[in-house]
């Protein structure tokens, strides 16, 4: 089969709303910019990453445990960690249309954030053009916080607030009553990361699992940036998924080099197991200078997306700073005590962090296939590993309006389903049906046919060769457990 046109971010996002994998967000009012809900097959895969993850890195481990912590935390959390400080970029506006761009991701803007986040040091050149409208005339660039800020309890962030228990005692219950409560605003903070709590609960982690040095602690949730330019369909959004994971060692014993490898090769075994293209990866290393203060080493994972090389995971030495500015804030002590050494220590720690949303588009992009079928007819596949597709059999009568085929096809799938993730589908003839099944990644599509009825077997086709075979309907399962696991 002869490959076709190049995958564009057209062609996914389109993808992506036609078969229900991602639409924007609220559509009906207009949407909210770059907001965008996973439907169906969206969740679905999104749903199978992460348990592929969790799999992967935390159950077939000993040395991971899980967290599902609060998204609101205590605002201290933010004040210890530096993000209120500090988690700022650099926002630079387009004197020309008011346009408002990352200064840092501008060519010929050279744009650095003073030590403790005081200030930035900058130079425009001539060649500094607005994305926008292309001409060079610039703002000073100014540092915008990128923490989202929200109030909790009885507060009250403007406008009229409505209590129906309000007046219960006054004899007023039934009239209809505006009350502007003048409530002093208590501030907190939807994360901008996962892993603050990780650090802020190790003391309750390392009391009640009895883990030893060096073990790691995983979690997955939402994160939340108020991102200057959000944008790229789910490559850069206000409010995302992540997967991340903070690995604890005591740097008297263990060889952190060594760990650093060791986690980093696990993250690309893990893409390859996803299905992202090993070839559009690459590990660039971040140089002394542009990496945090207290990181030894950083490496950016980058995919090579339609609009350019970015930023998919990361991977960064964070020495113990986390723990050591949550144990000085907090008054708290953080630190582990070795038995093997008889010490104290504040760990150090690994930090491979993924994107969620970022993952899903690069597998998108790493499975999409357009093949040309002869005359002019060309097929969109998602060749999507058997693991992580949405739907991984359709079962399929040949015929919609013949009983004695759609039960025997409910009966398979009824089987199947509880071991699978299985779709019934009797809609328009089975040439659209397989188009359809190819384009949410189905690696195999079952037909019960008027033979099945007479021989007891099925006609089994696979998503990439396209070929045909006939399985008898008792060797289904063994069928399938072999060539899903693949
Ligand atoms: P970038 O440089 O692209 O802004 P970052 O270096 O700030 O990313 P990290 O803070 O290292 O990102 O976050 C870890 C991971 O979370 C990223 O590698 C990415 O996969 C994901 N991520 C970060 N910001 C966003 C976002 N706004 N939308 C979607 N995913 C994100």
Redesign the pocket.
């Known amino acids: 089969m002869e490959q076709k046109n190049q995958v564009t971010m057209e062609k996914i996002e389109s993808l992506c709303k036609r078969r229900g994998f991602v639409f924007p967000g609220s559509e009906i009012y207009g949407g909210l910019s770059n907001s965008w809900d996973y439907g169906s097959y969206g969740v679905q895969l999104k749903k199978n990453i992460k348990d592929h993850w969790w799999k992967f890195f935390v159950e077939r481990r000993d040395d991971m445990v899980g967290l599902d912590a609060a998204i609101i935390m205590n605002p201290k959390t933010w004040e210890s960690s530096g993000h209120l400080a500090n988690f700022s970029d650099p926002l630079i506006e387009c004197k020309e249309c008011n346009h408002r761009s990352r200064a840092d991701q501008i060519p010929g803007i050279d744009v650095k954030m003073k030590e403790g986040g005081l200030g930035l040091s900058y130079s425009i050149s001539l060649e500094a053009k607005c994305p926008n409208c292309g001409k060079s005339n610039f703002s000073e660039p100014s540092i915008f916080n990128l923490m989202m800020e929200t109030g909790i309890g009885p507060v009250h962030l403007g406008g009229l607030y409505f209590n129906a228990g309000m007046f219960e005692n006054s004899g007023e219950k039934d009239k209809k009553r505006e009350v502007i409560l003048k409530i002093n605003k208590a501030a907190v903070y939807l994360r901008p ?1 996962t892993a603050q709590a990780i650090f802020v609960d190790f003391p309750n982690i390392i009391s009640s699992t009895r883990k030893k040095l060096p073990f790691g602690v995983a979690q997955i949730g939402k994160s939340f ?1 108020n ?1 200057i330019t ?1 944008g790229n369909f789910i ?4 409010e ?1 998924e ?1 997967m991340e994971i903070e690995y604890f060692f005591n740097p008297k014993k263990d060889d952190w080099n060594k760990l650093f490898d060791e986690l980093k090769l696990s993250m690309e075994e893990w893409m390859v197991s996803v299905g992202i293209s090993k070839e559009k990866v690459h590990a660039v290393e971040i140089p002394d200078g542009e990496r945090a203060h207290y990181s030894k080493r950083t490496i950016d994972f980058e995919f090579e997306y339609p609009f350019g090389q ?5 991977l960064a030495y964070r020495g113990n700073y986390d723990l050591s500015q949550h144990q000085e804030f907090s008054g708290k002590d953080m630190s582990y005590f070795d038995s093997e050494t008889n010490e104290k220590v504040i760990p150090h720690v690994i930090e491979p ?3 969620v ?2 993952g899903l588009l690069a597998i998108l992009l790493s499975s999409y296939q357009e093949e040309e079928l002869g005359e002019g007819d060309v097929r969109i596949v998602l060749k999507l590993k058997p693991t992580i597709a949405p739907v991984q059999v359709a079962v399929f009568p040949l015929l919609k309006n013949k009983p004695e085929l759609v039960a025997k096809a409910r009966e398979i799938y009824d089987a199947l389903k509880m071991e699978w993730r299985a779709e019934f589908d009797d809609n328009g003839n089975v040439g659209k049906r397989y188009r359809r099944q190819d384009e949410i990644g189905t690696p195999y599509c079952i037909t019960v046919d008027f033979d099945s009825l007479e021989d007891g077997a099925v006609t089994v086709r696979d998503r990439d060769t396209m070929a045909q075979e006939r399985v008898k309907i008792a060797d289904l399962k063994a069928y399938l457990l072999d060539n899903l696991n693949k």
């Open positions: 990361e940036r991102e959000p490559f850069r959004t206000r995302f992540q970015k930023e998919l995971f990361g962090s993924l994107g949303d970022r």
